[in-house]
């Protein structure tokens, strides 16, 4: 897989919300990637799912980045790294800048789980798969959507 992927970077703005009522900026999802790296402008407003259907609102460091692991590489990696649903909810009066760098595979190549992480008590949990069999809307909508719309 290593080889076998591109990169789409995407630059969003969220503006502040006109009052100080919290506003959705991207809805709640996973990414259909292999991986992505998200920067900001330190405007938070990502936030992860956690137990009990908790959500934190991460802050990021200047200069630090977000990894979010990628629908594509929980498969590959047997489920032994867990994806996170994250979304974007904007509150205050600044309007947050971010790039998304997503690592997507390119169509073609079979995503396969390596032996090494499969074993006793980690059954294979997914079939050897093709990338293009990924969920195509969805993943149109990850990469292309202009929901929620880009204010130039
Ligand atoms: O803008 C962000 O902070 C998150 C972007 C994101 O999750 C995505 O584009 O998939
Ligand atoms: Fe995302």
């Known amino acids: 897989m290593g080889v076998s992927d591109e990169t789409l970077v995407r630059l969003i703005k969220y503006m502040a919300p006109p009052t100080r009522d919290y506003e959705r900026g991207l809805h709640a999802h996973t990414d259909k990637s292999i991986s992505t790296i998200i920067f900001d402008n330190q405007v938070s407003g990502l936030e992860i799912e956690v137990k009990d259907s908790q959500w934190i609102k991460l802050s990021i460091y200047p200069s630090s980045f977000v990894f979010v692991v990628g629908d594509t590489l929980k498969a590959w990696s047997n489920e032994r790294l867990k994806v996170v649903n994250h979304r974007v909810i904007m509150n205050g009066y600044k309007n947050r800048l971010s790039i998304a760098t997503f690592a997507i595979p390119i169509e073609g190549p079979i995503i396969k789980t390596p032996k090494e992480l499969i ?26 959507s202009l929901s929620p719309p880009i204010s130039h």
């Open 119 to 144: 074993d006793e008590q980690h059954p294979q949990l997914y079939k050897d798969f093709d990338s293009k069999h990924i969920d195509s809307s969805e993943r149109l909508h990850a990469f292309a």
